[in-house]
């Protein structure tokens, strides 16, 4: 079964700071992998899906990497904002079968 | 459109109680999933449609039913709930078993079991 770990757990950050999530995973063999941003209380938003082919994608000021034979991801967050704040969580799909980190509790202060 | 509505936002039910969840989408996608996340946890997988067709099933307790009427609705019945089962469901969909395929998800239903 797919194990997903996302290091750091937390944390915390003065504004303008470049920043860098982790995430890993146990099976190689995915589809893809997607980081969320979720608000308190609020549903998922989707921020990149990177296809197990493709090393990165970059959107804004986000880029993800995949190195899928380590079972490794990284979202990069440039220039952080206070509106950054948020869990960021990483999801691996085979299949349809997609399965979730614990997610990394950011934020960024003013 | 990349919008998956789910309804109700909030819902308190007493156990014994009948309710149901309700998701919709309209972006052509034939997966549909749904999701129990607790609170400060990940979402944790209960069930997927492919199809129409139950396609996985985490053991989730029968007293959650599980229902695709169409290619746009998915449906969760809920009965005879525990107080623990008390956390924020979420309905997501894609397309299917595909890399490109992106995973939209709802804003998600608060229930509490009173």
Redesign the interface.
């Known amino acids: 079964k797919q194990e997903v770990t996302q290091i750091p757990a937390a944390l915390s950050v003065p504004e303008g700071e470049n920043l860098v999530l982790n995430c890993s995973f146990t099976d190689s063999a995915i ?2 992998l ?1 980081w ?1 941003r979720q608000d308190p ?6 921020l990149l ?1 990177i ?3 493709q090393r990165e994608q970059t959107s804004g000021r986000l880029n993800a990497s995949l190195d899928k034979s380590s079972g490794r991801s990284t979202l990069y967050i440039a220039a952080s904002q206070p509106g950054d704040s948020a869990t960021y ?1 990483c ?1 691996v ?1 085979k ?9 990394t509790r950011l934020t960024v202060k003013p | 459109d990349t919008e998956v509505t789910q309804t109700p936002k909030h819902l308190v039910m007493g156990m014994t109680n009948k309710k149901s969840l309700k998701c919709e989408q309209h972006m052509g996608h034939r997966a549909m999933y749904w999701y129990k996340q607790k609170a400060k946890k990940p979402p944790e997988l209960m069930f997927v449609y492919s199809y129409e067709k139950l396609s996985i099933n985490e053991s989730v307790p029968s007293r959650f039913s599980p229902e695709c009427p169409n290619s746009s609705l998915l449906n969760l019945h809920l009965h005879a709930l525990q107080p623990e089962d008390s956390a924020l469901y979420l309905c997501a969909s894609s397309h299917l078993g595909q890399g490109v395929a992106e995973a939209f998800f709802g804003q998600g239903t608060r229930l509490t079991v009173v």
């Not at chain 1, 299949?95 to 997610?103: H, P, S, V, Y």
């Open positions: 589809y893809n997607q969320f209380g609020k549903g998922l938003t989707s899906l296809q197990s082919s969580l999801a799909r299949i349809n079968d997609m399965r979730f980190g614990a997610g």
